[in-house]
């Protein structure tokens, strides 16, 4: 595991020392806004005859938006939506409180966001659809397993302190902690969770797709 996380801490400061385009970032997400999320039809064959390039994509889209939104979940939700062609962004807005659940340091926006890509793809529209839901169930316990196996851990308290910061910088208890995240470049830094979250999460879901 420590070669791992050395591995995390490298990524870390890559993403804290890249030059994000963020004019680019902006129009796609303005284009997002103004056309809405393009439906697309979800065909198992075509998604693992492309799958390490679709996994690669939305994982930096993830990282992209997570910088460009300050908020986990919506960039990692953000990313799966627009690669799988499901949702909205009235979604994407009720994911704003999410970040740690409300900011107390508790489950990952990676987790989070991945779940609602999961919901969509794999739940029903008739919620008393006790079948669909248990599939959808069991496949995000399949990618919670797999997100703890990769980062040792599934709080946002955590992660910050063993895998990100090698502290708990809380941004959610003040304004100054605020401040002192920012400074840290912890938008930045803090990329490399929903980018693995939306990578894991992409991965289980063209896993689980039924053959054509």
Not at 121 to 149: H, K, R
Not at 162 to 177: R, Y
Request: proline share 4%; charged share 25%; glycine share 10%.
């Amino acid at each position: 595991m420590a070669g791992k996380f050395e591995q995390f801490r490298a990524k870390v400061q890559e993403l804290a020392d890249r030059g994000w385009d963020i004019p680019a970032i902006q129009a796609r997400y303005e284009k997002l806004v103004k056309e809405g999320i393009p439906k697309k039809t979800l065909r198992k064959d075509e998604l693992l005859a492309n799958k390490e390039e679709i996994l690669d994509r939305v994982q930096v889209r993830a990282e992209e938006y997570n910088l460009y939104s300050h908020n986990c979940p919506q960039g990692t939700a953000l990313a799966l939506l627009e690669e799988f062609g499901v949702g909205n962004l009235e979604i994407i807005k009720a994911l704003c409180p999410f970040p740690g659940v409300a900011g107390i340091g508790e489950l990952c926006g990676g987790i989070t966001g991945g779940l609602i890509a999961i919901g969509l793809i794999f739940g029903s529209d008739d919620i008393t659809d006790l079948a669909a839901d248990g599939q959808a169930i069991e496949i995000s316990q399949e990618f919670i397993a797999y997100f703890e196996d990769e980062l040792g851990y599934i709080t946002c308290a955590e992660l910050q302190e063993k895998v990100v910061f090698g502290k708990n910088l809380d941004p959610g208890a003040s304004p100054e902690n605020m401040e002192a995240f920012a400074k840290a470049k912890g938008f930045e830094k803090c990329g490399l969770i929903p980018g693995i979250g939306a990578r894991l999460a992409a991965e289980v879901i063209i896993s689980r797709l039924p053959d054509n």
